[in-house]
């Protein structure tokens, strides 16, 4: 009986995460769900480990301290999770006005208030709570700092 009771716990709780992970924005429960995987293959190796069964606890401790330790960071795993359109800009190039016009879709005459606007409805799209990426937000914000000369 209580074998029964174990297994409707263990069902309604999963089902639970699932209903809180399909609540969430697409990059915060792949956030949530590496720290759940991580602590429940944390335990499960443990306990296979202290049972005997090395041979499996012990690279399950592995993955799930990889799994942990990317979660720690809120990097995405090796290998391609993260859809982002645009790797982040690295060096110390600065962006030209013509540049950061393109960017914005605007001339590099426009006045303040026509870049103020293209830069509000960009960010609607680029933003990464609305589905964008930090690299796109990121670039976005230069190009306007650049064409209202604050860079």
Do not use: W
Not at 45 to 69: D, F, K, S
Not at 88 to 117: D, F, H, W, Y
Request: aromatic share 2%; hydrophobic share 50%; no cysteine.
């Amino acid at each position: 009986m209580s074998i029964l009771f174990g297994l409707l716990a263990a069902i309604g709780a999963m089902l639970g995460l699932g209903y809180l992970l399909a609540r969430m924005k697409t990059k915060t429960a792949a956030q949530t769900l590496r720290v759940v995987l991580g602590v429940g293959g944390l335990l499960i190796g443990a306990i296979l480990t202290v049972r005997g069964l090395a041979a499996a606890g012990l690279p399950l401790i592995g993955a799930a301290l990889g799994l942990l330790g990317v979660a720690l960071r809120g990097q995405a795993p090796p290998g391609g999770a993260d859809t982002g359109q645009g790797a982040p800009r690295t060096g110390s190039a600065a962006m030209s006005r013509r540049e950061a016009a393109q960017v914005l879709g605007v001339s590099e005459a426009a006045s303040e208030a026509e870049i103020n606007k293209a830069y509000r409805e960009l960010m609607k799209k680029v933003h990464p709570d609305a589905g964008g990426n930090d690299a796109l937000a990121a670039r976005v914000q230069e190009a306007r700092e650049v064409l209202l000369g604050k860079r």
